[in-house]
């Protein structure tokens, strides 16, 4: 596509790419002269407080999408793997090693029963399995608890959730500046990250170039299970507390922030750097709705309608493009 | 071949659902059946003291009516090939709606009743344009929609259940009729009726099961699948508007937060029915069984003491399942 029509294809593309950008830098700008607290140190180090745990199950979130699936439990899996170190430290392990190894296992191992059931019980679009397993994984982290949050972790476990490194920048969004590079490089530069791609291109042409496709979508959905995981840890330790309740709306932030970033619904197609510019939208619309002092549930109806709004969009460029491709297939 | 595949589906469709508006010879519904039976037995063995009780029973059908009409609403969605995850929110809304315009003495009965079902029926209608005219996946849509009208619910409530409501609404979903079947029965069965007339009579209904079973087939047939697809959204949405009217009613307050989780059990009661996830195969008494099952199934946990927490993961295990057995099913096919 890139190159069929030379170089104006590429020019709208970059534009495309930079829209998500400039709606963020739009949004800033607006917010910084609408309200006197959100240009401050203080709130942009807090701002990036927010964004990391979002950012880390957004970078999930996106693999499956460009799978061509979607995870919607994915607010479960983190308030699992958050619950399971939890009730670690109530049976009295503080060792920070067993604790967030024990973490990491619990959301890689959900993850890939999210996969398993994609795949080799041959479920329809992953959004009813994951609904189910939404409710399993909640409940499981409810009745491991009693439902009652746990507090009390060792340091070591709250570093990557409190921490600064310099200039007040917080060791969470360091994390998720490195767990982003890493996945560029993972999704680019490996065999297994270009199957990734092509498999949610066109699952059937991946499967005849003699891609194990199933293989492939567990990865994927362990992969996911692993960063809910890592949002689990960084929630944990900025709370010092295991909520069984957390990350209702996580699912919808993360899927946001994935179409805001232009990763396309039909699967094939997005970049990790676009996700991370769609979670900081969402992040940053969350923190300006606060300082304005609009209610939680104006946030709900807002963040809603984005999501809406980047699928229409997405929609719309995607029959743009198979508009394009037909004009161009009759010249 | 690729002719040959849909000419198959469409027979497949008609085969399956030429029995009309009962058939029990179908062996998908009649094995639900049964199984509702097994259930309802093992139940009454296990707890027959406060199980078996006329008055428990009449109670799961109460619990079963309100999900029960949602789960009407729901069939249609899903047999057109889509999904509906917003029903829940918008029993919300139009629960807080109905509410605020029933206390004492300020506004006729028919007020809260037309607004209630108004609203639902235009949440279901902005639903269905998503889908039909704007392209986007149902899911979408609908987890969108599901966001913005629970947040609508808090607004307009300010975040507190509306209290103080009149006699008179209460006894909308509170009243007997023949002084034993709850309103709420007589609104189930009536509902299930007509959905079940609408799917199996009507040309509407036959389109219905046309669009789900082959969109392209039933386009190129002339059906006019925009309409049949904002039709299905607006019926589910009005549906979900009378479900709020009348979970209002039962709980005499209307409360911005209830309703979370209901289009789980909805859905679950469709598939259970063995109506197809990928849409245009199902029966609609298949989703009345389904409901009942479910209400029988909570309804004797929470009488054998098994924890809220558990039955979470029970019923999202069912869904699982239910939609295990549907694609089992096909393979057969």
Excluded at chain 2, 252 to 271: C, F, K, M, R, W
Aim: proline share 3%.
């Amino acid at each position: 596509m890139k190159n069929a029509n030379g170089k104006n294809i590429d020019y709208k593309e970059v534009l495309s790419k930079l829209g998500p950008l400039l709606a963020l830098v739009l949004v800033s700008i607006a917010l910084s002269l609408g309200t006197e607290q959100f240009m401050t140190v203080g709130n942009i180090t807090n701002i990036m407080r927010q964004a990391s745990i979002n950012s880390l199950i957004a970078a999930g979130m996106m693999m499956v999408i460009l799978t061509g699936g979607i995870d919607l439990s994915v607010g479960s899996i983190t308030a699992f793997a958050a619950c399971v170190m939890g009730v670690m430290i109530k049976n009295g392990i503080m060792n920070p090693v067993l604790l967030i190894v024990s973490g990491f296992g619990a959301g890689t191992f959900v993850g890939y029963i999210n996969g398993i059931l994609l795949t080799k019980l041959r479920l329809p679009h992953p959004f009813i399995s994951t609904i189910g397993t939404r409710n399993i994984f909640r409940g499981l982290a409810l009745l491991i608890t009693a439902a009652s949050p746990i507090s009390g972790f060792p340091k070591a476990v709250q570093y990557p959730g409190t921490g600064d490194i310099f200039l007040g920048i917080p060791v969470s969004f360091l994390i998720v500046i490195v767990m982003y590079i890493g996945i560029h490089i993972f999704l680019n530069n490996t065999a297994l990250g270009r199957h990734i791609y092509a498999v949610g291109g066109n699952k059937e042409a991946a499967r005849l170039s003699g891609l194990n496709v199933n293989k492939i979508l567990i990865i994927v959905y362990a992969i996911c299970g692993f960063m809910c995981a890592f949002a689990a840890l960084v929630m944990v330790g900025r709370l010092n507390t295991a909520f069984p309740l957390a990350g209702s709306t996580a699912d919808m932030d993360a899927i946001a922030s994935c179409i805001i970033g232009g990763v396309s619904f039909l699967g094939g197609k997005g970049t990790i750097w676009g996700t991370l510019i769609g979670s900081l939208l969402i992040t940053v619309l969350r923190n300006g709705l606060n300082l304005i002092g609009a209610s939680a549930d104006m946030q709900l109806v807002v963040i809603g309608l984005v999501i809406i709004v980047a699928v229409y969009v997405d929609v719309l460029r995607a029959s743009a493009e198979a508009k394009s491709k037909r004009l161009a297939a009759k010249k | 071949m690729f002719k040959k595949l849909s000419d198959n589906k469409i027979k497949e469709s008609i085969e399956r659902n030429n029995g009309g508006y009962f058939n029990l010879h179908s062996l998908r519904e009649l094995g639900i059946f049964i199984v509702f039976l097994v259930i309802l037995a093992v139940l009454m063995i296990l707890s027959p003291n406060a199980f078996a009780r006329p008055t428990n029973l009449i109670n799961i059908l109460k619990q079963a009516s309100i999900n029960g009409i949602l789960a009407a609403g729901m069939t249609f969605v899903i047999l057109s090939g889509g999904i509906d995850l917003s029903v829940g929110s918008t029993v919300a809304l139009t629960g807080v709606i109905a509410a605020s315009f029933a206390h004492p003495g300020e506004y006729p009965l028919f007020v809260p009743i037309i607004l209630a079902a108004g609203a639902g029926s235009f949440i279901g209608f902005l639903n269905g344009l998503g889908v039909a005219y704007g392209n986007i996946p149902s899911f979408i849509v609908t987890l969108g929609s599901m966001t913005i009208v629970r947040g609508l619910a808090l607004i307009a409530s300010r975040g507190q259940p509306v209290f103080n409501l009149s006699k008179s609404f209460e006894h909308i979903a509170g009243g007997f009729i023949f002084e034993y079947i709850p309103h709420l029965v007589v609104f189930f069965v009536c509902v299930a009726g007509i959905a079940g007339f609408i799917l199996t009579k009507t040309v509407f209904g036959r389109h219905v099961y046309a669009v789900g079973g082959n969109e392209t087939a039933a386009k190129v047939s002339g059906v006019n699948v925009g309409y049949i697809k904002v039709a299905v959204y607006t019926i589910a949405g009005f549906l979900a508007g009378i479900a709020g009217l009348l979970l209002a009613s039962r709980i005499v307050s209307g409360n911005p937060t209830a309703g979370a989780g209901y289009e789980l059990d909805a859905i679950a009661a469709v598939i259970i029915g063995g109506v197809s996830m990928s849409g245009g195969a199902g029966k609609w008494y298949g989703t009345v069984i389904g409901a009942l099952i479910i209400a029988v199934i909570g309804n004797g946990l929470d009488i054998l003491g098994v924890s809220s927490y558990f039955q979470l993961i029970i019923k999202g295990s069912i869904i699982i399942v239910a939609v295990l057995l549907d694609m089992k099913g096909k393979g057969k096919q």
